[in-house]
């Protein structure tokens, strides 16, 4: 039997709980009249360990709390220490530069291409906010029911975030940990507000 290891590449860890966060999400895509905003959606990722993490394994939930869907990322998406990348429903039509997208198999990761479920939901009342968590089999990594306590944001206005304590399960979605993006990003066009790729800049 040959398990050598030159066939094999690098492998990384999957994160712990206080080593990725989500930190900016773009759930309020741009409104076409006719069409879907969903197409221009997006979440960055941030990675705030001093170690070489993989995405592969991780389970994202999305929709509303309480029904939500998930998609496990079966593709190695690799995050250096300190990085922020982004994961888009199209890396196609994101508008995102492609610098600051998230990579698999030497391209640009779509976690939605053929996957028009995997929409980030835009509205909600109690009992049922719009939601986006990353999971490890049963460790949550990061849990955001983003729109708790009504704080939503325009078209084309991604809320970044501005605290990066651990995630503590039974801990309520906390506004004052976020702010709504106030700038134009490079490569979008004259109504994207945010950072993604980038450190979050909240007042
Ligand atoms: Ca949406
Ligand atoms: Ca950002």
């Not at 250096?80 to 391209?107: E, I």
């Not at 909600?124 to 990594?141: D, E, H, Q």
């Not at 704080?151 to 399960?169: G, V």
């Amino acid at each position: 039997m040959d398990a050598g290891p030159r066939d094999a590449g690098p492998t990384y860890p999957t994160p712990l709980p206080g080593e990725v966060f989500l930190s900016e999400i773009n759930y309020n895509g741009e409104n076409v009249a006719g069409g879907s905003e969903t197409a221009f959606e997006w979440f960055e990722v941030y990675n705030k360990s001093s170690k070489t993490l993989t995405l592969k394994g991780v389970t994202v939930e999305l929709g509303q709390s309480d029904a939500p869907k998930a998609f496990l990322i079966a593709e190695e998406v690799i995050l250096a220490p300190g990085a922020y990348k982004v994961l888009p429903f199209s890396a196609a039509t994101c508008r995102v530069p492609a610098g600051m997208l998230a990579v698999a198999n030497g391209a640009p990761y779509s976690y939605g291409d053929a996957q028009a479920a995997r929409t980030l939901n835009n509205s909600g009342a109690a009992g049922s906010w719009p939601r986006l968590a990353l999971k490890v089999g049963a460790v949550t990594i990061d849990d955001q029911q983003y729109g708790q306590g009504g704080f939503f944001s325009a078209n084309q206005q991604t809320i970044q975030r501005k605290d990066f304590a651990a995630y503590a399960p039974g801990v309520a979605f906390d506004a004052t940990k976020w702010c709504k993006s106030s700038k134009v990003w490079a490569g979008g066009n004259a109504n994207d507000f945010g950072t993604p790729g980038l450190a979050s800049d909240c007042p």
